[in-house]
């Protein structure tokens, strides 16, 4: 009975082994460095906000009010999510500098930093698309061709059919898509800009919007060559008829003429 007592262990000696064997191997850092790490991206997140209001209150809230929640000259930023400030700010659409009917794309203002400090005080008041990452708008690995049907189908009627823009009604328009980044095409879907209807990834799943970007991103390319000429906007037969009807039989109809009215005088001579 003696010697089976010595050889008991102490009930801490399992937990000194763990303890030891976690060292060891690394496990014990990874047990507590998550919630190190977390801590420490909360608060990068809790800066970001905070320095996200003060470039707000300087540069929007005369606008969409003290709190985002809209006002006179602005709508309501609560639950537009960070895509949508990522959207109209890179594109120096926000701020604007006069209201009417369509806030037309200028040089941005803001840097990138500025602009995520910005998205992350807006994402904060309310939640909304959240601002796409690399993989979700490359348009590596898109079906360009299903993504030129999708085009057609659900952005031609707007952007026309190669992406070059159009009129719509009371001076609105559909601006032409070449020379825009493939973010701020998948950021245009997510959120629908001013006249532009919203294709969140219910209606427009994510690998569709690759595929309309690759589509968008190949017909408006440097290297992309238009066998036909003139593009005249990229409105296929249709306009490229109207405008040989136009200038090719007008301009036969007044060398006709012109060709009549010397033959006539020459014969009265």
């Not at 919630?35 to 300087?58: F, H, M, P, V, W």
């Not at 990522?86 to 604007?96: E, H, K, L, N």
């Not at 369509?102 to 601002?131: H, M, N």
């Not at 690995?141 to 993504?147: L, R, S």
Request: glycine residues 14%; aromatic residues 6%.
């Amino acid at each position: 009975m003696k010697k089976l007592s010595a050889r008991r262990r102490h009930p801490l000696a399992a937990v000194v082994v763990l303890l030891l064997a976690l060292a060891a191997t690394g496990g014990l850092y990874a047990a507590f460095a998550p919630a190190g790490k977390a801590q420490a991206d909360e608060t990068a997140q809790s800066l970001a906000i905070e320095e996200g209001k003060r470039l707000y209150a300087t540069g929007c809230s005369s606008c969409h009010g003290t709190g985002g929640q809209g006002g006179s000259d602005g709508p309501s930023l609560v639950g537009v999510g960070s895509a949508a400030v990522d959207f109209q700010v890179g594109t120096g659409r926000m701020p604007a500098q006069q209201p009417g009917a369509q806030v037309p794309k200028k040089p941005r203002i803001y840097s990138q930093a500025e602009i995520d400090q910005l998205a992350a005080y807006v994402a904060s008041l309310g939640a909304g698309p959240i601002t796409p990452t690399e993989k979700q708008y490359s348009p590596e690995g898109a079906d360009i061709a299903k993504g030129g049907d999708l085009f057609r189908t659900n952005c031609a009627q707007c952007h026309n059919f190669t992406g070059e823009g159009g009129a719509l009604t009371n001076g609105k328009y559909a601006p032409s898509l070449e020379g825009v980044s493939p973010k701020h095409l998948y950021e245009a879907m997510q959120t629908g800009p001013q006249n532009m209807p919203s294709f969140p990834d219910t209606t427009l799943p994510e690998q569709q919007k690759k595929d309309i970007i690759a589509y968008v991103k190949t017909v408006n390319g440097e290297e992309t060559e238009t066998p036909g000429g003139f593009a005249l906007g990229g409105l296929g037969p249709v306009s490229e008829g109207l405008f040989g009807w136009i200038f090719g039989l007008g301009s036969l109809i007044a060398v006709a003429v012109w060709v009549a009215a010397h033959t006539a005088k020459a014969k009265k001579s």
